[in-house]
């Protein structure tokens, strides 16, 4: 008898959990309408491609006046980011007696962008100039820094 009792318990257990279900399942809301096709995103249509006859390359874009060039304005934030002012000074005026004076104009004339180069890679690293990015600057960030550098070297106005 005691085991009777428990399977009916049982079986009485496991049909309430079944028609809970069933009622959950009843209350679940109905998924949202579907929006007619006019309001559907419509897709668009590939353009043509254009031919090498049709198509001229576009000249580079000049900065505006008054307005700074891109590549110095990257190299600007390249010396500004990475302590180059510590040395050489916030305007290039040169605060270490061993580094560079980038205002200075005989020193740009003399000094050739491929020794800039050299010398953010490490080449004088011996007189104390470090390795811009621990010797692993991109070309594009030793360009633009060669680009700020002589910048700097610029009369103002010019």
């Avoid at 800039?116 to 600057?137: C, D, E, R, T, Y």
Wanted: hydrophobic fraction near 35%.
């Amino acid at each position: 008898m005691h085991n009777l009792k428990r399977f009916l318990t049982l079986c009485a257990a496991v049909a309430a959990g079944v028609l809970s279900a069933c009622v959950v399942k009843d209350n679940v809301p109905p998924p949202p309408p579907m929006k007619p096709k006019e309001e559907q995103v419509k897709t668009v249509e590939p353009t043509k491609p254009t031919t090498e006859t049709s198509a001229k390359p576009a000249e580079p874009a000049k900065p505006a006046e008054g307005a700074e060039d891109p590549l110095i304005a990257k190299g600007r934030e390249l010396y500004n980011a990475n302590a180059c002012a510590s040395c050489h000074g916030d305007k290039g005026q040169g605060v270490l007696p061993n580094a560079p004076k980038f205002t200075d104009a005989a020193w740009q004339q003399k000094e050739k962008d491929e020794e800039i180069v050299a010398s953010l890679k490490g080449a004088k690293a011996a007189q104390g100039m470090p390795a811009f990015k621990g010797g692993n600057g991109t070309d594009e960030e030793h360009k633009a820094l060669v680009a700020y550098i002589r910048f700097l070297g610029k009369p103002a106005g010019k």
